[in-house]
């Protein structure tokens, strides 16, 4: 949670920072597969059925694989995985145009992956204020690293 909001905070991703969401349409390859965005890509990571890989590939939207998820065993080892699963599909994303700019261009505002879904773990509740928004970090954080090879 952010304590010290600024006028430019970007509190959750909709409207002009709807492109912030994982369900924006990019290309994100994962075990040699393309995907059509981080959700696709990512959901396909939590099961190694051919089947559900194939399911991940082909759908659209994101929002269908993701309720879809609800009904699969996740791998024995995802929870240590998920977090590096997640970073590496968003370092994909935003060294992409026009991602790559349009995250740069948010300068060093704080960035919140505000739900009204209860996800207190990659976001904000925006019902409770709660939550780790683990997702906004990972998306400051690679910011920080382009930033960071700008200058160099």
């Not at 929002?63 to 065993?73: E, L, N, P, R, V």
């Not at 995985?81 to 060294?95: G, H, N, P, T």
Request: aromatic content about 12%; hydrophobic content about 30%; overall charge neutral.
């Amino acid at each position: 949670m952010n304590f010290f909001q600024t006028e430019n905070d970007i509190l959750e991703f909709q409207g002009e920072y709807r492109w912030l969401s994982n369900f924006e349409p990019c290309l994100i390859i994962l075990d040699n597969i393309t995907y059509k965005s981080v959700e696709h890509a990512y959901m396909s990571a939590r099961n190694d059925s051919p089947e559900w890989k194939m399911f991940c590939q082909k759908t659209q939207p994101p929002g269908k694989i993701k309720i879809a998820s609800k009904s699969i065993t996740d791998k024995d080892n995802w929870k240590t995985l998920k977090l590096s699963v997640m970073a590496y599909c968003l370092q994909q994303k935003f060294s992409q145009e026009p991602f790559k700019t349009k995250l740069l261009n948010t300068g060093d505002c704080y960035i919140q992956e505000g739900n009204n879904w209860g996800d207190t773990f990659w976001g904000v509740c925006l019902k409770t204020n709660k939550g780790e928004n683990k997702l906004g970090h990972m998306i400051m954080n690679i910011r920080l690293d382009l930033q960071n090879n700008e200058n160099t």
